[in-house]
């Protein structure tokens, strides 16, 4: 695999037996001996370990040395309140374009005096290649490389966590902060992309190898790979950027608008102010004509990715198709996420997905298809 | 037993040809979460594309193995899919299939020809 990255764990996941393969530029674990099914099922009983290290980690600091001026730098290119949100919180927010389509998603954290961002691994290079080309005047942007990032998912990831970093326990979804350890200097938020409670651990590379090695050892915790971390965030109805977000979808037809905070809504203190606000502030004008929805195939044959969909079984035109879809081991069925036209999305209604030329029937479901239980 | 290159096992029992597919390929399909089998009583011809099978990665296909008519399928992989990751080779058998001419099978790997097939 020539050309490829390796994350600094790479020789812990081949010792581990992991079935490596091609992500986003780097050799990635996908599954290891558990298989995906059992690690799927490990997260959501226990808890999951999983490296994430190819994620992009930035910081942005003003020049001016005012930490407000780097939020409203960034909020000219996010449509999120950043200004709102407290010190020490996260908040999910994504890049938007000229056509009000969507760049990459991503977390941005807001510390002491600097804001730190998390972005997709296959999207790192253009997002540091945007944040430059806009930010440059006002910020510093340090693209962090000698740190790995591992998550930690699951319902025993907090007695877990607490054992090598007891004030883990005190913090809430979305909070973030900064702790000493014999790992050395952790950024540790609650957050995650599994619908489970837990960690996303920012470790330095020199000692991530050691501090995997610790979680690993705590009974409770397997490695999980990037099959099951692909189910997992599927049950829990969160978007895969590429594949149910993209430059051609506004985050109003992909149903994010509750990421869009009212300050930046038509109205707000900040109304607007980010690219592709003509046309998301249309789409919330005058509607849309296309919506992400959940669906839930009936029987147990998956509706997969680019699996068409039509209103019924002897319609001539598709009303949408699967952006998303596989088994949900917990909910012990079929998933799937995709666009359909406005007048099919209302949740209960029966549509179809053409598998292998027949026509099988799937209900448009509310998601998650699993309730999230992270700790508010 | 006889083995095929598309992985799967052949069996005679009682005159009729019981099909699966091998625990090499229920290996490398990862988890099975669905299986599609053939309607018994339907005739079919070799590389027909008769059983779907989907495991949590991909969707793959079964190929008719032989000529001849499917007599039997394991209703039982519907319900049950993870039955091919835990007895590929006994209870997970996928149909049983009437050949005419049984000597065709002769041609097939045996089990060391198939260990060396997938090395």
Redesign the interface.
């Known amino acids: 695999m020539a050309d490829l990255k390796r994350t600094g764990l790479y020789d812990l996941h081949v010792e581990l037996g992991a079935k490596m393969v091609p992500f986003a530029g780097y050799e990635m674990p996908v ?1 290891y001996p558990l ?4 690690e799927h099922l490990h997260c959501r009983a226990q808890a999951g370990l999983f490296d994430v290290s190819h994620m992009g980690q930035v910081i942005l600091r003003a020049k001016s040395g005012d930490l407000n001026d780097a939020v409203l730098a960034l909020e000219a290119l996010v449509p999120v309140a950043l200004v709102e949100l407290k010190e020490n919180h996260q908040r999910y927010a994504f890049f938007t374009n000229d056509q009000g389509g969507i760049l990459d998603d991503l977390m941005v954290a807001k510390r002491e005096d600097h804001l730190c961002l998390v972005v997709n691994a296959a999207c790192k290079d253009e997002d540091i290649a945007h944040l430059r080309a806009n930010l440059s005047d006002t910020c510093d942007i340090d693209v962090i490389e000698d740190r790995a990032l591992l998550a930690l998912q699951g319902p025993a990831a907090e007695k877990v966590m607490a054992r090598f970093v007891p004030l883990t326990q005190g913090m809430r979804f979305m909070e973030v902060s900064t702790f000493e350890s014999p790992f050395g200097e952790l950024w540790i938020s609650r957050s995650g992309y599994t619908g489970e409670d837990g960690f996303e651990i920012s470790v330095p590379n020199k000692t991530v190898v050691d501090f995997a090695h610790s979680l690993m050892s705590e009974e409770e915790v397997e490695f999980i790979g990037l ?1 099951a971390r692909d ?1 997992l965030r599927l049950e829990a109805g969160l978007c895969l950027y590429g594949h149910d977000i993209d430059t051609t979808t506004s985050p109003i037809e992909a149903d994010l608008l509750w990421a869009i905070q009212k300050a930046r809504r038509p109205g707000g203190a900040r109304q607007g102010g980010f690219p592709g606000e003509d046309r998301i502030f249309g789409d919330l004008a005058e509607g849309i004509a296309r919506k992400r929805i959940g669906l839930r195939p009936e029987g ?3 509706m ?1 990715e680019g699996t068409v969909l039509y209103a019924s079984v002897d319609a001539d035109t598709p009303i949408g198709t699967v952006t998303s879809g ?2 949900g ?1 917990t909910v012990e069925g ?1 998933v799937a996420m995709g666009y359909v036209s406005i007048a099919h999305a209302n949740t209960g209604n029966t549509i179809y997905g053409e598998v ?1 030329g027949k026509r099988l029937p799937a209900t448009v479901t509310a998601m998650p298809f699993r309730p999230s239980t992270y700790k508010r | 037993m006889k083995f095929t290159e598309e992985h799967e096992w052949l069996r005679i029992e009682d005159d009729v040809v019981v099909v699966g597919i091998t625990e090499h390929a229920s290996t490398q399909l990862g988890d099975v979460v669905f299986v599609e089998l053939p309607e018994a009583g339907s005739t079919v011809s070799k590389d027909d594309e008769i059983c779907v099978i989907e495991s949590v990665k991909a969707a793959s296909d079964i190929l008719a193995p032989l000529d001849g008519e499917i007599v039997e399928v394991n209703e039982a992989l519907e319900d049950n899919p993870s039955l091919v990751n835990d007895d590929p080779l006994g209870e997970a058998w996928f149909f049983k299939m009437k050949v005419e001419d049984l000597s065709s099978m002769d041609d097939m790997m045996d089990e060391a020809a198939y260990k060396d097939f997938i090395g």
Do not use: E, I
């Open positions: 599954q298989g995906v099914m059992k099959g189910s147990r044959a998956p997969r596989g088994f081991p079929p292998r």
